[in-house]
């Protein structure tokens, strides 16, 4: 058990906020592929990064890697081999996913397997329409990992995606680059598009139409090693976002945070919630970059639905905090990809915040909750559930409580910010 301790006097400072995770996988993935050296600075060192990087090594690619620095030798498509060892995927369903795209393609078969959670988490997203390329992929009967891949010759398709996610979409565009003509893949909602952009910039014939969800992928059969600086996750950057709105006399800086429009919907939250939020954009090549400062604020209720969803994905388990701190009630549908997430967060954030003496209300697809600025704590033992983004949320949550608090499994907050209990006591005032 870890304990959280309440925070009464207030958070303040400044942080540099570490590389982001969606960037960090991909820069691995794209030097993998290409040809010569692709250098890349602020890489994020998590669990789940580490095990995309491990799992190129595994293949064949050389790379070598101190801290947030990462030096890849790549020798193009054709620099990854077989390995007789099932790759380890760990927590990581963005490992697992894109790589399943990338590997159907390779003239060789691949095993995958993960951690009790990652085996849990639904496959056929990706492999069914990964079968139009002529991709093939045997998984287990409940549609999870283990997978075994078949490397095959990859043809071009048009699919249409059935659900909203980054990595299926990401996972198709790495299986098209390999076909041998242009495909089209259809989104159901614009996602995060950090891989059409980076792919841009190694060299690749990709393009998004004006709809901003009908994306044309060329075959890539060279890339080029490229160097890459992983801007800040705001995925991180919200945690501390959330803890200086609601934990009272705060004032708090982030920067050099990714800006990204599919990646900004809680800077939109934020604001409709009525908090003091001042975002301070700066020139940037390809994926835009500020800094953020906020200060505690009094908060109104929220309502989210289908449309807002993919750009707070990641954040969701935060609005239902900001929501459990606003006088009123917020609403958050369209929102059912939460139950597939590294834990059910439609289960385990209603769980943990009643706790906090929170009134929430599960729906299939989201949460009914009915905010306070003062909660009554009714079990101080507090559970990630092995899921990072619940244990930092909770964390976050105990600043504003009026005792200390207990968190199990805190250890799953280095899947994606291993420094995270080390950066939060950054901001605590000296007494
Ligand atoms: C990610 C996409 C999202 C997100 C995940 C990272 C990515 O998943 O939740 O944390 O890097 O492409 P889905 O694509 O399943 O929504």
Not at 163 to 186: E, F, H, N, R
Not at 232 to 239: C, L, R, T, Y
Not at 265 to 284: C, D, F, H, K, R
Not at 405 to 421: K, M, Q, R
Request: with cysteine; glycine share 8%; hydrophobic share 40%.
């Amino acid at each position: 058990m870890t304990q959280l301790l309440p925070a009464p006097t207030g958070l303040a400072g400044t942080l540099a906020i570490p590389g982001d995770k969606s960037i960090s996988h991909r820069a691995v993935m794209l030097g993998a592929i290409s040809q010569g050296a692709t250098q890349i600075h602020h890489f994020l060192a998590g669990e789940d990064c580490l095990r995309t990087l491990q799992a190129f090594r595994k293949l064949g690619v050389q790379i070598e890697q101190a801290q947030d620095e990462v030096l890849i030798h790549g020798q193009g498509w054709a620099g990854l081999h077989a390995t007789n060892h099932p790759l380890q995927m760990g927590n990581s369903g963005t490992t697992t996913r894109l790589m399943m795209g990338l590997l159907a393609g390779r003239p060789f078969a691949s095993q995958m397997i993960g951690d009790a959670s990652l085996q849990k988490r639904p496959m056929k997203r990706v492999t069914e329409p990964l079968k139009a390329f002529g991709g093939q992929v045997r998984l287990s009967p409940a549609g999870t990992l283990p997978a075994t891949i078949t490397g095959q010759i990859l043809h071009p398709a048009t699919v249409e995606l059935q659900v909203a996610s980054a990595q299926v979409k990401s996972a198709l565009i790495l299986a098209a680059l390999q076909a041998d003509g242009p495909s089209t893949i259809i989104e159901k909602l614009p996602t995060r598009n950090h891989t059409e952009l980076m792919l841009r910039q190694f060299g690749a014939d990709i393009t998004t139409a004006s709809d901003q969800r009908t994306i044309t992928v060329h075959p890539a059969p060279h890339l080029q090693g490229q160097t890459v600086t992983v801007p800040g996750d705001i995925s991180s950057a919200a945690f501390f976002l959330v803890a200086g709105a609601i934990v009272p006399h705060s004032q708090i800086t982030l920067t050099g945070v990714n800006l990204n429009p599919t990646r900004t919907g809680i800077l939109n939250v934020l604001q409709q919630m009525g908090a003091q939020l001042t975002v301070t954009e700066y020139p940037s090549a390809s994926e835009p970059i500020g800094d953020l400062t906020i200060q505690s604020s009094s908060l109104k209720p929220i309502n989210l639905g289908p449309v807002d969803i993919p750009a707070v994905i990641d954040e969701l388990p935060l609005v239902a905090l900001l929501a459990a701190c606003a006088q009123g009630t917020s609403k958050i549908t369209g929102a059912s990809e939460l139950r597939v997430k590294e834990t059910d967060r439609i289960a385990t954030v209603s769980a943990e915040l009643r706790k906090l003496g929170v009134q929430v209300t599960e729906l299939p697809d989201g949460m009914i909750i009915t905010g306070r600025p003062h909660w009554t704590i009714k079990n101080t033992q507090l559970d990630s559930h092995g899921d990072h983004r619940i244990g930092m949320m909770l964390a976050i949550a105990a600043l504003k409580a009026d005792r200390p608090l207990a968190l199990g499994h805190a250890d799953a907050v280095a899947v994606s910010y291993p420094e995270f209990f080390t950066d939060l006591a950054r901001f605590r005032k000296k007494a």
